[in-house]
């Protein structure tokens, strides 16, 4: 848009430039000297000539500034502000459960919404329900199963534990038991009592083995499934209080350990430590995390058979967490103790130093095992990310999960399908090649296929085309991030970005909360330079939510983050389809219809006011009246295009969801390009010499009055600029799909008010005026039989070039929206066809 904006602005230096230099050349001439009633002073006529030209240069830009359509910035603001109500008011988008509906909190991109190319969407709580599920544990290779999971489905208020395999020995119950204090204490949930009232207690989380009742309250709803698993295991995570953290066993007795220090989770490392020390003054590390960030660190256990079990939950779509342990002595305690307190105490790089210092405490692990908890599809998440693939975007999942949970939840969301072709840049492989090597192959893999996706590839009738799936992961993206030492090798985040360009779905996994921004980035600078979107829920996707072109949040339960630092905020994944396909669909139609028709308008306005300084000696004369000059912009013609662009709709909502195709139509900035913004500008120009030179040949006729009265340059201008505000509302009215007496009201009220205040400017309000000079020119016009015929005949060529071009493109070329308009039309005529026939032949059979 600013781009048009300089083209005007040239324009207009053009005009009052071109107008200037006539002028003098005119006025060069002898034989055009000015009459005598206007002949200047001597002092006039010796001032400088350059300081003339300038000021008559000066003039001509106050005449002609209203090709630049100033108003247009405020209709504009104005249709964002308005419309984006229209998504908080979308009952559509309104979740129950929440009791919330979608947000907007800023309306500034409501546009780009309908061209967003990339969806970069985080997995846990966004994709999935964040509903976490205690599954499993396995213990040293035994699995255990509580009771209370019976079909898939968790059956509250059992406790209890189901072996799938052989009972461990003496020593396994060791391991168990501690395993299970391991996650009674290794968290930060809060237990909240139930209230009471009239003697019930409300709530649904029951402690049958003790008295009361209580709530597990925590920012993760991983570490409030894992405590309520082990309650259902026979293990009881009761309180904190006074530092002392209360769980009840097996047995019903009490037991209590004195919480000595708490090393929190963190993105980056992946894992949480606590250190305890038991009745017995034994000092106890439990560190719990997720498998790639344990298993280095641990020296004894039955790693294989843990590790097996992992990847096998993982596969399955569950997610994994492994759980270590070790023992201190009291002098390696009073060690850890004075390197923590120093790290914490520093004033400088404080954070990197408390890192530090939990990489070297968290060594030399012993394994006890690792749980599943599983996390459920969210409701028509599939459908939404298979509408996305349809409409042309590609999706990328960006996780911190392992790789097998979220390539299984990728396929269950059909990210990936069957026929999908996974290529892996991974850690794994690249440890078997070098980097280099990988990225070359996966290169000429995607390159054997390679070609643009083609709506008919897109929906999967084209067989021929491969559909490739990427999944990397965080330590090889860092890799592919760092700039190559050795120049030959060429520039990996080049090569990188070709891979992606041709598949179709990207799965990041192992992803830090920094790194999801810096894929985002790198999308954002390719050489495209697409519009990227951003979404999840938790605060760990707020950097990339905040580096997206368009940021959206989800109101989930890991707080609200997310929702807060957006632009939008949605209850669900699933109304992200909506909001793109429909409301972003149409906005963007909207504001490009809106600025092209400023545009449009503001030539047929001004152009013929250029026009009539070849006919005036070049003097700055205005064609129009000061009102007129005013009012156009602010009353005449801004009230329809402002209507129009919120409640337009060329195609219905429910077709618009049906039908991801048709957002491929309005992709790549299509409305907003050079050649439409030619077009609607010779179109304005071409109206412009329709209204003058129509009007100028029918003010040759000398009989326009019956009495042979001639009009004047008011009466011309006052003609021209009748014939320009009926041709521009009516063009309008011929571009609008959707009518509503909202519709009729404003286009056919302007009209009205129009002629409504002409009469007025010119019959009545004369008297109060300083100029008497549009005294009865309205009616004098309207008076004359020739003038209205003239005005009708001017106003429907003007407007047959438009809608002769938009016949033939319909019927050569129509787009895919035309099409669905085409045939929706022939089903309501067969429809009423058939109806009629059926009335008919019931009546002849009575």
């Known amino acids: ?240 209080k006074d530092s002392y953290m209360e769980i009840q066993n097996r047995e019903d007795s009490i037991e209590r350990f004195e919480l000595m220090e708490v090393l929190s989770f963190d993105s980056v ?88 210092a939990y ?25 939404t990310i298979e509408s996305l693939h349809k409409a042309g975007m590609k999706v990328w999942v960006l996780t911190g999960d392992k790789m097998e949970t979220a390539a299984a939840t990728c396929y269950a969301s059909r990210l990936f399908h069957r026929n999908t072709q996974i290529l892996e840049l991974t850690t794994k492989r690249t440890e078997e090649q070098s980097l280099h090597d990988v990225l070359f192959e996966l290169s000429r893999t995607v390159h054997q296929h390679s070609g643009s996706l083609s709506r008919d590839s897109i929906s999967g009738l084209s067989q021929d085309m491969q559909d490739y799936g990427l999944i990397i992961d965080g330590a090889t993206l860092s890799s592919v991030m760092k700039p190559t030492e050795d120049g030959s090798s060429g520039n990996y985040k080049e090569i990188f970005l070709e891979i992606c360009r041709n598949c179709s779905a990207v799965l990041c996994c192992r992803m830090a909360p920094l790194q999801k921004a810096q894929i985002v980035k790198l999308i954002k600078a390719s050489k495209e330079h697409p519009i990227t979107l951003a979404i999840g829920d938790g605060a760990n996707d707020v950097s990339m939510i905040l580096e997206a072109h368009v940021g959206i949040g989800i109101m989930g339960k890991e707080g609200r983050q997310a929702a807060r630092n957006s632009d939008y905020a949605i209850p669900k994944f699933k109304h992200l389809k909506k909001m793109l396909l429909v409301h972003g669909h149409y906005y963007y139609i909207r504001i490009a219809e809106l600025v092209q028709y400023f545009f449009y308008k503001n030539v047929c306005f001004i152009f013929p006011q250029f026009l009539y300084q070849f006919f005036c000696g070049f003097s700055q004369q205005p064609l129009y009246d000061t009102a007129y000059l005013t009012l156009y912009n602010i009353s005449f013609t801004s009230l329809p295009i402002l209507l129009y662009s919120l409640i337009e709709q060329h195609v219905g909502m429910d077709i618009l969801k049906k039908d991801p195709y048709l957002y491929m139509d309005i992709s790549k900035n299509c409305l907003l390009r050079w050649r439409t913004f030619i077009y609607w500008t010779f179109l304005g120009v071409f109206d412009a010499l329709v209204f003058f030179f129509g009007a100028y040949f029918l003010f040759d ?34 571009d609008t799909h959707y009518w509503t007496w909202i519709n009729h009201f404003v286009i056919w009220g302007s009209l009205l008010f129009y002629v409504v205040f002409s009469l007025l400017w010119g019959g009545i309000i004369w008297p109060f005026l300083n100029y008497q000079r549009m005294y009865y020119v309205f009616m004098q016009m309207l008076s004359s039989g020739p003038a209205w015929l003239g005005i009708i005949l001017l106003i429907t060529v003007s407007l047959l070039p438009d809608v002769v071009k938009k016949v033939i493109c319909r019927q050569l070329w129509p787009t895919t929206a035309e099409k669905i308009q085409t045939k929706r039309q022939c089903l309501t005529v067969e429809q009423s066809t058939i109806f009629m026939l059926s009335q008919t032949s019931s009546s002849i059979s009575f």
């Open 269 to 356: 490392r992946r894992r949480m430590s606590v250190i305890v020390r038991s009745h017995t003054g034994d000092y106890y590390l439990f560190c719990k995390g997720a498998d790639s960030s344990i298993f280095p660190r641990v020296i004894k256990g039955k790693v294989e058979q843990v590790r097996a079990r992992v990847e096998h939950n993982a596969v399955e779509g569950l997610r994994t967490l492994c759980v270590a342990y070790k023992m201190l002595k009291k002098d390696e305690y009073e060690s850890v103790c004075r390197q923590l307190n120093s790290a914490k105490l520093a004033l400088h790089d404080r954070e990197k130093k408390l890192a530090e």
């Open 1 to 240: 848009m600013n781009a048009f904006l300089v083209v005007y602005l040239c324009i207009l230096i053009s005009k009052a430039l071109v107008n200037t230099v006539l002028k003098y050349v005119w006025q060069s001439n002898p034989n055009r000297d000015e009459p005598w009633y206007n002949q200047k002073t001597e002092s006039e006529r010796q001032r400088n000539t350059f300081l003339k030209a300038f000021t008559d240069f000066l003039a001509f830009m106050v005449l002609f500034n209203y090709i630049i359509p100033v108003s247009m910035y405020v209709t504009v603001e104005m249709q964002k502000f308005l419309g984006s109500y229209f998504i908080t008011w979308d009952e559509e988008m309104f979740d129950d459960e929440l009791g919330e509906g979608a947000l907007v909190n800023t309306s500034d991109l409501n546009e780009e919404l309908g061209q967003v190319e990339y969806v970069f969407t985080d997995k846990t709580g966004t994709l999935t329900e964040n509903n976490m599920q205690f599954i499993e544990c396995c213990i040293d290779g035994h699995v255990y199963v509580p009771h209370a999971i019976c079909n898939g489905q968790i059956m509250p208020g059992t406790t209890g534990i189901d072996m799938i395999d052989s009972s461990p020995v003496e020593e396994g119950m060791e391991s168990e038991e501690l395993f299970f204090r391991a996650l009674c204490l290794c968290h930060t949930v809060q237990v909240k009592e139930e209230e009471t009232i009239d003697g019930i207690k409300k709530g649904l989380q029951q402690c049958s083995k003790s008295s009361s009742s209580s709530v597990y309250i925590s920012s993760s709803p991983d570490e409030v499934a894992l405590v309520e698993g082990m309650k259902r295991l026979g293990f009881t995570y009761l309180r904190l």
């Open 701 to 734: 006729n000398t009989t326009l009055t019956s009495n042979g009265q001639m009009f004047g340059n008011w009466t011309f201008g006052t003609l021209v600029f009748t014939v320009l505000v009926f041709t521009v509302t009516l063009k309008l009215a011929l």
């Open 359 to 383: 990489d070297e405490i968290e060594q030399d692990l012993i394994l006890l095992g690792a749980t599943a908890v599983e996390d459920r599809l969210q409701e028509k998440a599939a459908d």
